[in-house]
């Protein structure tokens, strides 16, 4: 029987065949490709697990400061008046505010110029030095003059005064200064503005002159009388037909007016006070309260001598009326505006005015000071702007227009403000020329200020303090943030009034933390249990069931959990039961609320304890400053064998009573230098010149060392103190071997001239040990050595005893413990980056492996395909010979 197939040659499906023949050799694949969906379910599994944990460990963060658990509350009656900010050293309380003034900038405006690039003064060198401070013994005001004439006997008509606006009560019982100040003073709380009246007092030449007795001995022996009084009070009297020097005379007056006699009680009944003497011919009264003091004579009929005669000269009577003057004191130090229709009968000049009266001025030494130079280059508004923004030393320049316009306007005001608010940011601004030269003029007009002395710009608003009282105790602030007059309580004025302030534990607030802390361990226990849990229902397995990373990390955070903190001193606390939180039967954590309630009544402030890091002293001034992942709880003996110093600079010349610092006085100054040296660490400071007694160089050095800017942004300081031998001494502000200081002269007074030939000590950092072991010092922060239980641990060391200084405890509480376990699984380098990164690596090593036997299913399915394409072309060859034979034998048949 014949080979028949349908199709092509032999007919034989040879792509049947390799197809099914490839899908046997195929079966390898499949298992491959489980693989790697298996070792991609972990990954995302790890990275479920990733997540959940970071979410914990977010949650956690919040909870490992001891803030989070002993905050407290507080809250104002009036919260527009004062807000508050409180710190865990506050104690429960209610705390009665008074704000009374706010803390304000001094504020001084130039008068106007036409331009503000236009050329001022000469160009000539001229250095401009800014010191702040705070003035005493003085008001901000203006000094009246003289009151008119017309006043003393006709009064001041109505509308002769307005103060700042206001219109002044007036009329024609207003004849003194006591009157005019009075009502003032009816006015202040609408002004802002009080008068203080000055003594009203009798001219020095009334009773004689240049030092001549000019009071004659009164004579009535022609039949007249006399009498003299003053200020209403009869002093002296005489009837007729009395000779000269028999009756009234100087000296009879002296006696009258000596001791304890009749006429001086009556004149103090009057406030009237006098000096000097009749015989002496100074005999003057006065009447301290500005009261108008009024002296006369009385006479009839025919009298000589007294006032200004000679026995034999004819006296027909006298009245002199000595008037004080008043001033006027802005309560706030703004500028006084004055007006009216007659102010100058008040002795005062229509206009805006004000300056400090005979202040002291006292520079502060915590004050940054500073200088610039004016020369050619930049001596106009503008450029003098610029040089002061630019030397950032506590001042702040601004170029203001008042909006005026028209020929002759000149609206360009210079306005400088202090950088800070508070009475000791007073300014006082000197000028000195360069070269033995003196001072541009001009520049001299346009800033000059001192307000003990010319003050030459325009106070707008006055350098104030915040005034206030807490529970009655009166308390002062350079800003509007008033701290320490309450332990661990900051209140924050915002205007006067008064309010309360209570303050209380915020138990709330640990209550919301402790649930916090279940609510994380909650969420992270049922994200890992659904990652490793199996159904028996449905025989389905969680991604990572078995896998030992997951079961390492629930043992250990309940581990972590079940494990008493250890370490705590002077607390009862050790374990979460203690405050209700508890595990559940499905391993959860639940909070029982009453027994939370109840500690954080009776243990508000150890309750931290249990979750945060927290390090406790015996020594006060030992205090924890932070801890690393790897210091072990315990309890710590410090023993301190060097305590950190300052470097200081210090004199060995007893500074004379004044020392004067010449014009162009440089010295170049080194501070908290490191090795190799770095340049911002030297700068060159430019000393004011003048006169300087011990206190103020002091301060002068201090603030303007201060002054430096690039100083201040390294945080680099000094302070300059007076020993008792009345040397100087230079100290910087920070402590251990990068604290430093140098000072070299370059030009001007040397540096010998206050510091003679005194050296400079750096200063050396802390060193000692913690529980015996190692530790490394830096300033006044001694660390724990690596490999020690105390390893990283990091303490503050103040005081002044080396040696034991007691034991220190360092506990790790759970949320603290918990966020480091957690650090160590998350993160780049932590346990579930090392699984996936071997599961990433199992997954390309799953899919080379694949792709290989892939290259090999090709190469087999080629020689399937040859083979089979050969078969069949070998059954076509044979069908084609059958087909001949078959042929050949029939045409074979049919011959025979």
Partial sequence: MGISTPGIGSGLNVNDIVSKLMSVESAPLTDFDKKTASYQSQISAFGTMSSALGNFQSSLSSLTSIASFQSLTNTPADPTVVTASTTSDALAGNYRINISQLAQAQSLASGGYKSSTATIGTGAKTTISFSLGSISNSEFGINGTALANSMRTSGLTAGSVTINGTTITTNNTTRSARALADAINDKTTTTGVSAKPTAATTDAALFGGAGAASFGNVDTSGGGTYSLSVGGVEIAVQAANVAGGDGVTAASLDAALSGDTAVSRALKDANITFTGSAANGDLQFSNADGSNVVVAETVTGTVAGGIGNDGSSANIGSSVTAVGTITLVSADGSPITV???????????????????????????????????????????????????????????????????????????????????????????????????????????????????VQNLSQKAAAADTQATVNGIAVTSGSTSISGAVAGVTFNALKVGSTTVAVAKDTSSLTSSVNAFVKAYNDLNSQLAALGAYDADTKTAGPLLGDSTLRNLQSSVRATLSSAISGLQSTSLTNLSQIGVSFQKDGSLAVDNAKLQKAITSNFNDIAGLFAAVGRGTDPDITFSSSSAKTQAGNYAINITQLATQGTLQGNATLPAETTIAQDTTWTVTLNDTTPPTLANTATITLPAGTYNPSQLATLLQSTINGVSAFSNAGASVTATLGDDGSLKLQSASYGSTSNLKISSATGTDVSAVFGTGASVDGVDVAGTIGGYTATGKGQVLTGAPGAPVEGLKLNVKGDTTGPRGTFGFSQGYAYMLNTLSAGYLGSSGTIAGRTKGLSASVTDVANQRASFASRLTDIEARYRAQYTALDTSIASMNATQSFLTQQLAAISANS
């Fill in 339 to 453: 007006g009216g229709s007659n102010p100058a009968a008040a002795g005062l000049t229509a206009g805006v005015g004000g300056a400090y009266l005979n202040a002291d001025f006292t520079a502060d030494s915590t004050r940054t000071a500073g200088n610039i130079v004016i020369d050619s280059t930049n001596n106009s508004l503008q450029g003098i702007m610029d040089a002061i923004n630019k030397g950032n030393f506590g001042v702040t320049a601004s170029i203001v227009s008042d909006g005026s316009t028209g020929t002759g306007a000149t609206p360009n005001h210079l306005v400088l403000t202090s950088s800070a608010t508070g009475a000791s940011s007073t300014m006082k601004i000197t000028l000195a020329g360069s070269g033995g030269d003196p001072a541009d003029p001009a520049l001299v007009s346009l800033l000059g200020y001192d307000p003990g002395g």
